[in-house]
């Protein structure tokens, strides 16, 4: 039972650590589905640097072009792939296997990433990519610890390394608090990244700016409906307004003989 008592402190840290070893704190946005302009930039990134390995299996190119307000003739012309109709779905031609041999996974469909992550998740994983060397492809992620996928955007963003901060505030765990014998504890934090400098085309607002449009154009085709419910939302309750008034004058004549 001592033992058991004893045990705890020791349990309750490693909990507290594990915790903060496995959960990066993710950054927070706020997709806008009415931003058609930023829609139409995520588009264009993710035609530009993700739709070689990605598809987008769930939604035709058409209903994107309508919903973004894209005439239909440029989007063929700088969109749809030479092979497809405009009235086809966003499947691309890289088999799943061969990529898998290549990427150690398949690079799954985004159709639905941003509802089964979370926008705010893919957004952090767009900005967390950091070198790695031991990785194969010299890459790790934050967020998605030994990820198989390169850092497509790295021309944009830049390299970035890992910068630990020490500090010798904690007590010593293993000699326990208040123990007042033996060097102070160094509690090393490597959460910070850091662009290397010459590496980026973009300032880190621009690259912020960049990976917003795409996460928000990632969300919208995750829910393409949402923009449109969002509008006859707004129709509904003006005809709800609108009835009213008519019902009450209606109330109006009907009791103006009982009363
Ligand atoms: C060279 C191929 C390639 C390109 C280009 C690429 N990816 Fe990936 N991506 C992958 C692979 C492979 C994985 C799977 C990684 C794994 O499971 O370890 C992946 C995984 C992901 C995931 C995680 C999905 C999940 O839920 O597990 C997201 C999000 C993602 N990619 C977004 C993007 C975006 C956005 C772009 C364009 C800016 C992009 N990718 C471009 C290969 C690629």
Redesign the pocket.
Known sequence: MKLAVALIPVFVSSLTFAAGGLTYPLEQIEPDYTDKESLQRGLA??S???????SLKYQRYERTATDLGIDPEIMVQTIVPSDKKIGDLGSIA?PPKV??E???????D?TL??R??SPE??YT??KTFYIDPTRPLGVNNKV?P?????H??EPLQGQQRVVCQESTSGDNPIAGPNSGSGPPFIERQCDSLEVVEGTAQLSAAEYDRVIYD??NF?EYVGEPTKARSHNIGIYVLLFLMLFFVFAYLLKREYWKDVQ
Do not use: D, S
Request: glycine residues 8%.
């Open positions: 990134t993710y530009h640097y993700c739709m070689g390995c990605h890289m990529a898998a290549w990427f150690g996974a398949p690079p799954p985004l990433v941003a089964k992550r998740w893919v994983y767009m998605f030994k990820v198989g996928m390169p497509v955007l795409l996460v990632l």
